[in-house]
């Protein structure tokens, strides 16, 4: 038995004793401690993703509206007595379109008018009831808060709207104002929690009344049942955060709540234990059916990982990391091969020896990240203008080799200034800077009487009779 089929008997038998092991210990401890665990680990941890992922999206608009508040433009605005609405419509409008936001809004406390990208949408009603918010913001003790309801500017959907006061240097009230923005993103945060984690998420504002809750939750919420003397609402309400659970028939219910600042709302979670025998028996099959799939899978892939790593060693190896051309380690067998075949068929062998003139500027006015652009594309254009026998080799630096088979010095020589025309008549347009690039190249054919070292070196010293002559020439060694 070879010793390749040995490893594979041993690591199958170590992978699958570990898995079912590993399964059927975790079966049994899951059964006992996995309820303990979801009241002081996961419905914590669901609350600070979820809180984290709503912090990260409220606290853009909330910066928005904090800003306009403290706006000096719509200040003055305001105080020299509103004059020309078009100046306040075209600020909400370019704060609308620079943010990205549902809407914005301005609402005067001296004209109670409702200013609007769109214009004056309408005068605020104290006798309206859906004008109401605007005087109960005006009465909070906060500097903002977030009212979710429904955009009338927007087809009426619903919004959560960031009301913030205007006030003046003086502490007089002058008005509100702020942004809208889309519900979408946050109810799509908790479906997708709900989901993942089988949970369902309400939130509550400070009166504990539910103002937002996932499209799969329950739609009755008893925060008034007792659990320990008080209601689930009180244990909420008392405390910035808070994990209890209380027993319902066989089952237990467990919540989690925390406040969120920038809301002024509670976050609960809210999950039970209802499915979870069940489930964990499920779970067990499905691991041990993971487990074995991970073992075929693990068997199947170390069976090929000495040729797939060796593939992948040799193409390191042999290829240049930056322009994906052969390297100067790779050139040497490629080149051997390829003398020899020209000595012994009798056939021709050209080489040319590139070099980019003043590379070195490049790279000191526009950075080395600019200079690695510029040697990836002149490799491109190599590319394209070489025959798909031609070698092509980065020999170092800003220097290229082009080994030519079949390829006599006069064919070379046309090759080289068809080279040297492309390039002249390229513009490399990189990171908005546009630039020439000029090619020294030194070319030189295989004699009878050459050796490999004797045909790259004449190329080389053909190379640096262009450089001194001038640059931007071809050279034949």
């Given at each position: ?23 059927m ?7 006992d ?8 680990d ?60 549902v ?5 005067s ?70 942004v ?23 939130f ?46 066989l ?13 002024h ?18 779970s ?38 930056l ?32 070099d ?50 079949n ?12 080279l ?36 790259i ?21």
């Open positions: 038995m070879s010793n390749q089929i040995k490893f594979m008997l041993l690591l199958g038998s170590i992978l699958s004793l570990g898995f079912i092991a590993t399964s210990v975790g079966y049994f401890v899951a059964r401690s996995l309820t303990q665990q979801i009241s002081t996961t419905l914590p941890l669901i609350g600070d993703n979820i809180y984290s992922e709503i912090q990260r999206d409220l606290l853009k608009p909330i910066l928005i509206s904090s800003l306009m508040a403290n706006d000096t433009f719509l200040k003055d605005w305001i105080t020299a007595g509103e004059e020309s609405p078009t100046k306040i419509r075209k600020y909400l409008e370019n704060i609308q379109s620079s943010y990205d936001t809407t914005s809004f301005f609402i406390d001296k004209t109670l008018n409702y200013y609007h990208p769109s214009g004056i949408l309408k005068t605020i009603d104290n006798n309206s009831t859906t004008d109401r918010w605007y005087f109960q913001a005006k009465e909070m003790s906060v500097s903002h808060q977030l009212n979710v309801d429904f955009d009338a500017s927007a087809d009426n959907s619903l919004t959560v709207f960031i009301n913030y006061k205007v006030i003046d240097d003086k502490g007089d009230f002058l008005g509100i104002t702020g809208g923005l889309s519900l979408s993103k946050v109810q799509a945060i908790i479906e997708d929690y709900q989901q993942r984690y089988d949970s369902e998420i309400f509550i504002d400070l009166k504990g009344e539910v103002t937002l809750r996932g499209p799969a939750s329950s739609k009755s919420l008893n925060l008034e049942q007792v659990i320990d003397g008080s209601s689930i609402k009180q244990h909420i309400l008392s405390q910035k955060s808070a994990s209890f659970s209380y027993r319902k028939d089952h237990k219910i467990m919540f989690d709540s925390r406040y969120v600042e920038e809301l709302w509670y976050l609960i979670i809210k999950r039970s234990d209802q499915n979870l025998n069940n489930s964990l028996f499920d067990l099959l499905i691991n041990l059916l993971i487990s074995l799939l991970i073992t075929v899978a693990v068997l199947v892939i170390s069976w090929f990982t000495l040729g797939g790593y060796q593939k992948r060693l040799e193409i390191m190896a042999t290829t240049d990391k322009t994906g051309l052969n390297n100067r380690q790779m050139f040497d067998p490629i080149f051997e091969q390829l003398f020899n075949y020209a000595t012994r068929n009798n056939t021709d062998l050209a080489a040319v020896i590139i980019i003139d003043n590379f070195k500027e490049v790279n000191d006015q526009y950075g080395h990240p600019f200079g690695d652009k510029v040697l990836i594309e002149v490799a491109r254009l190599m590319q394209q203008a070489s025959r798909k026998s031609d070698v092509l080799c980065r020999w170092g630096g800003e220097e290229f080799v082009i080994l030519m088979p390829c006599n010095s006069v064919e070379a020589l046309v090759f080289t200034q068809q040297q025309k492309k390039f002249a008549e390229h513009c490399f347009d990189i990171e908005q800077h546009s630039i020439k690039i000029q090619l020294s190249m030194g070319l030189s054919h295989k004699t009878a009487a050459d050796q490999p070292s004797k045909l070196f004449r190329a080389d010293q053909a190379l640096l009779s262009a450089k001194k002559s001038g640059k931007n020439r071809i050279v034949i060694g």
